[in-house]
Nanobody, 123 residues
Framework: QVQPVESGGGSVQTGDSRTLSCVAT????????WGWFRQSPGKEREFVAS????????YYADAVKGRFTVSRDNAKNSVYLQMSSLKPEDTAVYYC????????????????WGNGTLVSVFS
């Protein structure tokens, strides 16, 4: 069993930066592909970013490419999402997601979800 727990959400202004963290308790963190999804009010949950088992490969949704950076630290059982140049449309609950083994870059199947952390971007 793996339980991801997100932190780092809050209220920011347009153009600000924010880093989200996800710590996953449980065994064999390094054997999971990890990623981030988000859900805005009235919208479906959408893929944001993912990072491969070793951390050497990353993949981003077009809406965040060039502004967000995903990374992982297997020694700390942690995944991070560095967000910069935030826009009001980035307002959402951000979820950490883990998939066993090698996964498609957009994580079509997720084995474990965190409970989410809210990021609100005000203009």
């Amino acid at each position: 069993q793996v339980q991801p727990v997100e932190s780092g959400g809050g209220s920011v202004q347009t153009g600000d930066s924010r880093t989200l963290s996800c710590v996953a308790t449980g065994r064999r963190f390094e054997t999971y592909t990890w990623g981030w999804f988000r859900q805005s009010p009235g919208k479906e949950r959408e893929f944001v970013a993912s990072v491969s088992l070793s951390g050497s490969n990353t993949y981003y949704a077009d809406a965040v490419k060039g502004r967000f950076t995903v990374s992982r630290d297997n020694a700390k059982n942690s995944v991070y999402l560095q967000m910069s140049s935030l826009k009001p449309e980035d307002t959402a609950v951000y979820y950490c997601a883990g998939t066993r083994g090698v996964a498609g870059p957009r994580l079509p199947v997720v084995d474990y979800w965190g409970n989410g952390t809210l990021v609100s971007v005000f203009s």
